[in-house]
């Protein structure tokens, strides 16, 4: 699985445990073949340990970039302050989240140990509220010290952290793109290998893909490095719906040809150009298709609120 975080109504458990077999109830990992009962009409409803869940509500983060200090600031925006701020608006949303995903470039700039201590600390009011967290990896990110400040960590895939969260709607296939701190990102032959196997064992339901780097686009910086390779695989696969995204700090929804939806996510964090929004995506999947809308850290940003209604190809 992915590197995740389970909620938890305590101190945070070292293994297996109730609140490990709440998490996978919760979250259904392909891994294991479960399917479980979110209801396709995205009405919230009480689960197992009576924690409210809604089946079709993601809350999308990007680019976090928490650093170990919550005073430090980045091109002139505190990153520790909007990310709480995010956090505290998913929490005052009468529908709770099925999970909170956050794709890559969760430390600030190199992944040290304090910036996960940190992170991991934000992410309590979430984790106290049954909802679950589940991250990938970005350039800015270290494995090493992730997986020392994440115990409930894992992967289906050695080194890389993959994973699949699997609801009635779709599979969510949580990627790993990161290779080095600078330079692009990368899948690699063994991650798509592992991809064109997850897709092909359920050609009929819709699948997501989530991973940090960018597809190569002529203008982003650094961006997939085997970007022709990924489309080779995905885009002859009709059950591959959407791209997700971040690394860019910019937010987009656009289609490649094949009619993958390409969504690039904001940041919560910071910008590289004036005007970006700065947010994250609340999210909404159905048979047919997906809901986003931008949920600003500024409720001014003019762009507050904006929606887009993706239909599957
Ligand atoms: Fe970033």
């Not at 505190?78 to 909170?100: W, Y």
Request: glycine content about 8%; some cysteine.
């Amino acid at each position: 699985m992915p590197i995740s975080l389970p909620p938890y109504s305590g101190p945070l458990e070292s293994s297996v445990t109730p609140s490990r077999r709440r998490f996978l109830s919760n979250t259904l990992l392909a891994a294991a073949g479960a399917l479980f009962g979110p209801t396709a009409s995205g009405q919230t409803r009480k689960g197992p340990d009576s924690t409210p869940q809604s089946s079709e509500f993601w809350a999308l983060f990007a680019d976090t970039h928490i650093p170990a200090d919550p005073n430090d600031m980045a091109l002139g925006f505190n990153m520790a302050a909007s990310f709480q701020d995010a956090v505290r608006e998913v929490l005052a949303a009468a529908d709770r989240p099925t999970a909170l995903l956050i794709n890559g470039d969760c430390a600030f700039r190199k992944g040290a140990p304090g910036d996960y201590a940190a992170l991991t600390r934000m992410l309590d009011p979430l984790r106290r509220s049954g909802v679950p967290v589940h991250l990938t990896l970005g350039n800015h990110d270290d494995r090493q010290h992730f997986k020392a400040a994440l115990p409930e960590s894992g992967s289906e895939m050695g080194e890389r952290h993959v994973g699949i969260l699997a609801t009635e709607t779709a599979n969510w296939l949580l990627a790993d793109s990161s290779t080095t701190p600078i330079g692009e990102g990368r899948f690699g032959r063994q991650q798509l290998s592992w991809m064109r196997e997850r897709l092909d064992a359920e050609p009929n339901k819709p699948a997501i893909i989530f991973a940090h780097h960018n597809p190569r686009d002529g203008r982003s910086k650094w961006p997939l490095e085997d970007t022709e390779e990924f489309f080779d695989l995905v885009a002859p696969r009709k059950q591959v719906k959407a791209y997700i995204f971040g690394h860019s700090h910019h937010w987009s929804v656009e289609q490649h040809s094949s009619g993958i939806h390409l969504v690039n996510l904001p940041s919560t964090a910071y910008v590289f150009r004036t005007g970006e929004p700065r947010g994250w995506v609340r999210s909404r999947v159905d048979a047919s298709g997906m809901e986003l809308e931008l949920r600003c850290i500024d409720p001014a940003d003019p762009r507050q609120g904006e929606r887009h209604r993706l239909a599957w190809r």
